[in-house]
């Protein structure tokens, strides 16, 4: 039986054998990567942008394989990244706890170690789920000590191919443009990266004050006595119900197109390592049928997050319902479906999300060039999907590939670090299960493509390499010495 008492059971204790284990493992590597310049400045090997979950293990994984100029770039004030304490609205995360996300395979580095640390070995084995804002202070300690390079309150407005095959990161920041010159940029954007929040055109009926996406921000307390309807019944459309609840909601009606709640979620019940490693093997027909499987029988929401709604006698729920039309009367909203009319006074959309280029202008330079799914890959019948389709069709290391081979080669710099890299690569770049693996896949392609890029210089520096090993006067050659000899006897 181990001894407890040598466990970690500080952050101090934590941090130091975190940094034992990187020294054990001679980790992070020297930085290898010969520096550049152009137009008279510094250029950056990699710039990630967003500085979520993603972006960090992406950075770590970048800095512990030697390439230490690179940037991660985020809009948000530090401490914000991705969702978990803006418009996540669950108590807990919907992963299990001892999964070790984005740990790069260091027990030290881990949700658990850092818990335990934090709150001992007990509160560990009583504790559920992570509860989210913890999360989020695990995401800071992870920044904080892998000595992160994360640039907060930046705004990325644009990426522009260079005619010398690199990019143009154009950013501001307090209002200061700036223009980063980047030889590889990875997006790093989370669900919405390639797109936005949908919402179905019937919202367009009415007026923008009378409704939200749960990817909103969302005054709930303003909510406090009205009726609140929520149509979808996802993790997402349940924690806004529940949070509009808690808040004080006097009436919620949760609409759902389906028959049933989901009870059963698919990819849950195959996950394994053949899965995160595999997929990407696939021959495309199987990728396709895997997905549209498991899209179609949708993922349910988290039993804690349906009791959380159910618990109130307030709340309503409504099968069978799809929104068949929206209109408003004076201060409030008649909601239709084929069950009857329901008043609201505010309607929140769990609708999810949708890949849409055109909707990242960030993007506008390379967009047309950007080969979807519905570009080289035939619909298989019966099984349209419009998600699918508009997928974006990825390389090895996550790059957007062209629809005209030859048309922008400089598209293979940018990187689809997020979740609609799905149906190339598999489930690797937008939940905490297999984050690692796939920050791994990324930056040793990305790795790969620097050094095959550099391999004038690297030669050049082979050749130039003049560090003897031997002096010369280790070992003497016995017939030699006897040589030497035998020529003094004849003079």
Not at 36 to 65: C, F, H, P, T, Y
Not at 223 to 235: E, N
Not at 420 to 428: C, F, I, N, Q, R
């Amino acid at each position: 039986m181990s001894d407890l008492s040598t466990f970690p059971d500080t952050l101090d204790a934590l941090e130091e054998r975190l940094r034992q284990d990187l020294s054990w493992l001679e980790l992070p590597a020297k930085a290898w990567v010969p520096a550049r310049e152009a137009d008279g400045q510094n250029v950056v090997d990699v710039v990630i942008i967003g500085g979520g979950m993603a972006g960090l293990v992406a950075s770590g994984m970048l800095k512990r394989l030697g390439v230490a100029n690179h940037v991660v770039l985020d809009k948000a004030p530090a401490g914000q990244e991705g969702p978990w304490v803006t418009f996540a609205r669950m108590r807990t995360l919907r992963s299990p706890k001892q999964l070790t996300g984005p740990a790069m395979g260091l027990p030290a580095l881990t949700f658990r170690a850092y818990y335990e640390a934090r709150f001992g070995r007990k509160a560990w084995v009583a504790l559920d789920r992570a509860p989210r804002e913890i999360w989020m202070e695990y995401l800071i300690w992870y920044r904080k000590v892998l000595e992160l390079p994360v640039r907060n309150g930046v705004s990325v407005h644009a990426i522009l191919p260079r005619e010398d095959g690199m990019l143009d990161v154009v950013c501001s920041q307090d209002g200061a443009k700036d223009t980063i010159i980047a030889r590889h940029v990875v997006l790093a954007t989370g669900r919405d990266g390639l797109g936005g929040p949908f919402v179905p055109d019937i919202a367009e009926q009415i007026d923008r004050k009378f409704w939200a996406h749960t990817a909103d921000e969302v005054d709930f307390w303003a909510l406090r006595g009205k009726r609140v309807g929520v149509i979808g019944a996802g993790a997402s459309a349940m924690d806004n119900a529940a949070t509009a609840l808690e808040a004080g909601a006097d009436r919620l009606d949760m609409f759902v197109r389906r028959r049933a709640l989901p009870r059963i979620n698919k990819f849950t019940g195959i996950g394994s390592q053949g899965v995160v490693h595999g997929f990407a093997g696939l021959p495309d027909e199987w990728k396709w049928r895997f997905l549209n499987y498991a899209m179609g029988q949708q993922t349910p929401p988290p039993r804690p997050s349906v009791l959380r709604v159910s618990s109130f006698e307030q709340a309503h729920l409504h099968l069978e319902s799809p929104i068949i039309g929206l209109q408003q009367d004076g201060d409030h909203v008649v909601v239709t479906t084929p069950r009857g009319s329901y008043p609201v006074d505010f309607l929140i959309f769990g609708t999810g999300f949708k890949i849409d280029l055109a909707n990242r202008p960030e993007l506008a330079a390379f967009e047309p060039h950007i080969r979807l799914w519905r570009d080289r890959f035939p619909t298989p019948s019966g099984m349209e999907n419009g998600e699918l389709e508009g997928s974006p069709d990825l390389g090895d290391t996550f790059e957007f590939l062209e629809r005209e081979p030859g048309s922008c080669p400089t598209l293979a710099k940018i990187h689809c670090f997020n979740f609609p890299a799905t149906l190339s690569h598999g489930k690797l770049t937008g939940d905490i299960p297999a984050i690692s693996e796939g920050a791994d896949r990324l930056a040793r392609g990305i790795v790969r493509s620097l050094f095959v890029e550099d391999r004038e210089k690297h030669f050049a520096n082979l050749q130039a390499f003049d560090t003897p090993e031997l002096l010369g006067d280790e070992w003497a050659d016995d017939d030699t010495e006897a040589l030497t000899e035998l020529s003094s006897e004849r003079t």
